[in-house]
């Protein structure tokens, strides 16, 4: 199984600051099937980033993605104040599908 | 647009057994793998398993084989998750979510959720 390790635990940052969250696997990922989501408190997950860099439908340029096995990273270039929220990474390459543990990004 | 409505979650005494629905509309069932996904209360994100577009192939999270059974209508536009021999530690909230692809994809729609709670 591919364990994902996500730090920090929980960044906290401004609105308009840059956020820098990672995402380490355990085993060989490829780039292709590392994905990211967010999920704001008592909402399902939302698909932001696939295939490591490439952003989902709707998602705004302020989302990116970048990294190959085994470090992946998501920066969100300048906080709003809806991008708040609990981030997780997932490896879809291999079963199973395993998440990283999360990473809240709280206001400071 | 997309939409997935789980039902079925509720209240259930361990070793008991419960049968979840996902209903989707919005897209062509038939050609999408879907998952069902759960989240513990206050815990992270936990894949439970895929099925593939046609349902040739199924995938089991270790912590549900042999006890959970994914499966799907195509002519009903709906994905199931029969759940036997429930334990404490299936409680969750269960959600199902669309595969990008056939089924090797990352999950690009997800249901709202269905909470299961397995007490006694």
């Known amino acids: 199984e591919i364990v994902l390790t996500q730090s920090p635990g929980t960044l906290s940052l401004s609105p308009g600051e840059r956020a820098t969250l990672s995402c380490r696997a355990s085993?060989?990922?490829?780039?292709?099937?590392l994905a990211w989501y967010q999920q704001k408190p008592g909402q399902a997950p939302r698909l932001l980033i696939y295939?490591?860099?490439s952003r989902a439908t709707d998602i705004p340029d302020r989302f990116s993605g970048s990294g190959s096995g085994p470090d992946f990273t998501l920066t969100i270039s300048r906080l709003e104040p809806e991008d708040f929220a609990v981030y997780y990474c997932?490896?879809?390459?291999?079963?199973?599908?395993?998440f990283g543990q999360g990473t809240k990004v709280e206001i400071k | 647009q997309v939409h997935l409505v789980e039902s079925g979650g509720g209240v259930v005494q361990p070793g008991r057994s419960l049968r979840l629905s996902c209903a989707t509309s919005?897209?062509?069932?038939?050609?999408?793998?879907m998952h069902w996904v759960r989240q513990a209360p206050g815990k992270g994100l936990e894949w439970v398993t895929t099925?593939?577009?046609?349902?040739?192939?199924?995938y089991y999270a270790d912590s549900v084989k042999g006890r959970f059974t994914i499966s799907r209508d195509n002519s009903k536009n709906t994905l199931y998750l029969e759940m036997n021999r429930l334990r404490v530690e299936d409680t969750a909230v269960y959600y199902c979510?669309?595969?990008?692809?056939?089924?090797?994809?990352?999950?690009?729609?997800w249901g709202q959720g269905t909470l299961v709670t397995v007490s006694s």
């Open positions: 979510a669309r595969d990008r692809s056939y089924g090797t994809g990352a999950f690009d729609y």
């Open positions: 919005g897209f062509t069932f038939s050609s999408y793998g």
């Open positions: 099925i593939w577009y046609d349902g040739s192939n199924k």
């Open positions: 295939g490591a860099s």
């Open positions: 085993q060989s990922v490829s780039s292709t099937y």
């Open positions: 997932q490896q879809y390459g291999s079963s199973p599908r395993t």
